[in-house]
């Protein structure tokens, strides 16, 4: 039996168990997919025996995507260039560790908004990890220009640093000037939700009619960010296929059936949630 997991700490919010035990199920696999917590001073060694384990890998969540980073024998560009290994696998005794959250972002994108890759000038809100990876998406997609545009100005500046001179930062009062020439805008914070200063929500209404926006969140599903963009009548798209789309890779390297996202999986996971 092909065994898998997800590891984190805590871990017991994760969905990734349903949604790979979704697939094995689907496609008749001998395998198993579990949540697999362990705790900060443990993970390193956790990373030490994976190759000796009876694991075929994994995923990594929050907080140890920085230190499964700074600890695999072989990263692949996008971790490199994110800085957080998301999936890890074997390969000849090797422990590899790859990111796949950008390209789950941008097969979201594809899927629901296929237009997205004509934009030129991209606004990222936040500076976060999640902020990195989709800054990483969109210059793979080859818009021009991308904003981040962040509460702690420093944090944009310093993100904007590790990326090339496509990448501005500016403090969130700039957020205003910067929609009306917009083609895209992506949210990765936790703006507009309950216990959030509402005083930071943005008045959407001055993007163009043509302006595809994102929110990474998927709980709810329409944010409050994507609900003030629906009102306008704009084109948004939800992160809930961002979490489907980054989990196809790391399944088809464990079990060798690349799967697919259908909408019977994506009601399966948002029944789940609600
Ligand atoms: P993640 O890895 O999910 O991106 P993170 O590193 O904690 O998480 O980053 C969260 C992002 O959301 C940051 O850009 C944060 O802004 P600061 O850098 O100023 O902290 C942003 N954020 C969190 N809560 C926010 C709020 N209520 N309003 C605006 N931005 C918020």
Known sequence: MKKAFVTGWPIKHSKSPMLHGFWLKQYGIDGSYEAYGVEPENFEQFLK???SSEFMGGNVTIPHK???FANVDQLDNAASAIGAVNTLWLEDEKLCGGNTDAYGFSANMDQFAPDWKNGKN????????AARAII???L???YEQIHIVNRTYERAENLSTLFDKKCHAHSWDKLP???SEADFIVNTTSIGMAGSDASMMPDLSTLPTSAIVSDIVY???ETPFLKSANELGLQTVDGLGMLLHQAVPGF?????????????????ILGLSS
């Open 49 to 51: 025996d994976l190759p």
């Open 66 to 68: 920085e230190v499964a």
């Open 122 to 129: 991209a606004i990222v809100l936040g500076a976060g990890g």
């Open 136 to 138: 990483f998406a969109i």
């Open 140 to 142: 793979d997609a080859g």
């Open 177 to 179: 000037e910067l929609l």
């Open 219 to 221: 709980i709810p599903l």
């Open 252 to 268: 088809e390297k464990w079990f060798g059936v690349r799967p697919e996202v259908t909408s019977e999986l994506r009601d399966y």
